[in-house]
């Protein structure tokens, strides 16, 4: 069996923990905080990159896969551990696109079903809709995922797996190395060894791998959202209009986001992003003007160039293996990015091609 160890407790980690203990590996993941504390818990949760062709076929690759895979997921996680993710289907429209042309053109490329619909359509459809739109696209097989609950459900389900440690509040102060091999990681709760160490810490990737002296451009992007109590029902769809976007959970929750921001780790919520936002969500949708903002928070996005995730094995140093840099899309490309370092680690037929992915330090 052999003993893998994964540094960060996200849903990058966790889901990479999950599927390498089903194929039969000893998995200890540590996390420096509490599991998904961070990004994953603050995201959006919206399984789709917000404009998804604007990005790279490598991005698109995983999206796909990730996409298709979902429901899935959400099936196998309530069996596993009892927690519902709460993926349900809701379709996403955008509105008055500058480059609607081009995202047709993307998605006849691409054989995804996004179509133009007459502003008056969805109007009827989202009576909650502000006015001023003039035109819209659909795509109605685009699912959302209750984050907070994605990562209580990959926990759930680890805890009842006997080959799976988790240990929170277990920050890695150092490498372990030897004749230039990594062989593990030394923590306040001791030295922890294996065969090999997955980094999967987000927005601090990068800075544990400078103990390495190995420069991985993925920093912190900061975002902010806040949240909306509304009746059930009152947004049926999630949008998208101007850069921000509007997610319904099933209880009647609505969140609006996001901010971004190059401010380092600083994750404090500020007024003029709770102004901001509060305003946006009056265009989008005029009834929560007067609606009570119930939550208001920062995250910290692992920004990486193109948001292209680092993938695979550090060629420079035996026994590292990364999967980090997902910026904006987290949540989106994890099951993807979790199955094909999987299959890289454990020499497998990969999912997708291994190549746009492969770290290069």
């Given at each position: 069996?052999?003993?893998?160890?994964?540094?960060?407790?996200?849903?990058?980690?966790?889901?990479?923990?999950?599927?390498?203990?089903?194929a039969?590996?000893?998995?200890?993941?540590?996390?420096?905080?509490?599991?998904?504390?961070?990004?994953?818990?603050?995201?959006?949760?919206?399984?789709?990159?917000?404009?998804?062709?604007?990005y790279?076929?490598?991005?698109?690759?995983?999206?796909?896969?990730?996409?298709?895979?979902?429901?899935?997921?959400?099936?196998?996680?309530?069996?596993?551990?009892g927690?519902?993710?709460?993926?349900?289907?809701?379709?996403?429209?955008w509105?008055?696109?500058?480059?609607?042309?081009?995202?047709?053109?993307?998605?006849?490329?691409?054989?995804?079903?996004?179509?133009?619909?007459?502003?008056?359509?969805?109007?009827?459809?989202?009576?909650?809709?502000?006015?001023g739109?003039?035109r819209?696209?659909?795509?109605?097989?685009?699912?959302?995922?209750?984050?907070?609950?994605?990562?209580?459900?990959?926990?759930?389900?680890?805890?009842?797996?006997?080959?799976?440690?988790?240990?929170?509040?277990?920050?890695?102060?150092?490498?372990?190395?030897?004749q230039?091999?990594?062989?593990?990681?030394?923590?306040?709760?001791?030295?922890?060894?294996?065969?090999?160490?997955?980094?999967?810490?987000?927005?601090?990737?990068?800075?544990?791998?400078?103990?390495?002296?190995l420069?991985?451009?993925?920093?912190?992007?900061k975002?902010?959202m806040?949240?909306?109590?509304?009746?059930?029902?009152?947004?049926?769809?999630?949008?998208?209009?101007?850069?921000?976007?509007?997610?319904?959970?099933?209880?009647?929750?609505?969140?609006?986001?996001?901010?971004?921001?190059?401010?380092?780790?600083?994750?404090?919520?500020?007024?003029?992003?709770l102004?901001?936002?509060?305003?946006?969500?009056?265009?989008?949708?005029?009834?929560?003007?007067?609606?009570?903002?119930?939550?208001h928070?920062?995250?910290?996005?692992?920004?990486?160039?193109?948001?292209?995730?680092?993938?695979?094995?550090?060629?420079?140093?035996?026994?590292?293996?990364?999967?980090?840099?997902?910026?904006?899309?987290?949540?989106?490309?994890?099951?993807?990015?979790?199955?094909?370092?999987?299959?890289?680690?454990?020499?497998?037929a990969?999912i997708?091609?291994?190549?746009?992915?492969?770290?290069?330090?």
């Amino acid at each position: 069996m052999r003993n893998i160890l994964i540094v960060g407790g996200g849903a990058i980690g966790l889901q990479s923990a999950r599927l390498l203990a089903r194929a039969g590996c000893r998995v200890t993941l540590v996390e420096r905080g509490a599991l998904g504390s961070e990004s994953s818990w603050a995201g959006g949760g919206i399984v789709s990159p917000l404009y998804p062709w604007r990005y790279s076929p490598a991005v698109t690759a995983l999206a796909h896969w990730s996409q298709d895979y979902y429901p899935t997921l959400g099936k196998q996680l309530i069996e596993e551990g009892g927690i519902d993710p709460e993926v349900q289907v809701t379709g996403l429209y955008w509105l008055d696109l500058d480059d609607e042309a081009e995202a047709l053109d993307w998605a006849r490329a691409q054989h995804r079903p996004l179509q133009p619909v007459p502003i008056r359509e969805v109007a009827e459809r989202l009576p909650a809709l502000g006015g001023g739109f003039a035109r819209a696209l659909h795509l109605a097989d685009v699912a959302n995922v209750r984050n907070p609950r994605l990562v209580k459900a990959l926990r759930a389900a680890l805890q009842r797996l006997d080959n799976v440690q988790l240990l929170e509040h277990c920050p890695v102060e150092d490498f372990v190395l030897e004749q230039g091999r990594l062989v593990g990681v030394r923590t306040p709760q001791g030295e922890l060894r294996a065969d090999a160490v997955v980094i999967a810490a987000g927005a601090w990737s990068g800075e544990l791998l400078a103990q390495l002296d190995l420069a991985l451009p993925v920093v912190p992007v900061k975002g902010q959202m806040i949240l909306f109590k509304c009746a059930p029902n009152f947004l049926p769809a999630m949008v998208l209009a101007g850069g921000r976007y509007a997610i319904p959970r099933r209880d009647g929750h609505v969140l609006i986001g996001s901010t971004l921001e190059h401010a380092g780790f600083d994750k404090t919520p500020t007024p003029e992003a709770l102004d901001s936002l509060r305003a946006s969500a009056a265009t989008l949708l005029p009834a929560l003007a007067e609606a009570e903002v119930v939550g208001h928070w920062a995250g910290l996005r692992p920004g990486s160039p193109e948001g292209i995730p680092f993938i695979g094995k550090v060629a420079s140093i035996p026994g590292l293996w990364l999967n980090c840099g997902h910026f904006r899309n987290g949540l989106v490309l994890a099951p993807a990015s979790c199955q094909l370092l999987c299959d890289l680690l454990l020499g497998q037929a990969p999912i997708v091609d291994p190549t746009p992915y492969t770290p290069v330090l």
